[in-house]
């Protein structure tokens, strides 16, 4: 099992900053990848930035430039660094732990969603 705890959600005015903070907990070595989704009002969960075990990283296309991911240590916190944000940016932001215990058990975990709201 891993237990993930995101923080960092709030208001901010277009074109300001945020840093979102996942801290994982429990199995974190089973972990190979984790990521940053976000789902608006209405709208399906989507990607925004992910990050695997190896450091290679994948952002979407509307925030590629803006945000970035890291992490600090092996899985011990994932960051997302939101800058030069915009009103289309609010959502509630989930962090996401993708396991691997073997070929036929592939857990995900998900945070429990940190809301942030970007005002014009």
């Known amino acids: 099992q891993v ?7 709030g208001f901010v005015q277009a074109g300001g900053s945020l840093r979102l903070s996942c ?3 429990g199995n974190i070595n089973s972990i190979s990848a984790m ?11 989507t990607a925004v930035a992910i990050i695997t075990k190896d450091g290679r990283t994948n952002y979407a296309g509307s925030v590629k430039g803006r945000f970035t991911i890291s992490r600090d240590g092996v899985w011990n916190t994932v960051y997302l660094q939101m800058n030069k944000m915009k009103p289309d940016d609010t959502a509630v932001y989930y962090c996401k732990a993708e396991a691997f215990n073997s070929d036929y058990d592939m857990p995900d975990y998900w945070g429990q969603g940190t809301q942030v709201t970007v005002t014009s």
């Not at 990521?35 to 969960?45: I, K, N, S, V």
């Open 3 to 9: 237990q993930l705890v995101e923080s960092g959600g």
């Open 23 to 25: 801290a994982a907990s």
């Open 35 to 45: 990521g940053w989704y976000r789902q608006a009002p209405g709208e399906q969960r």
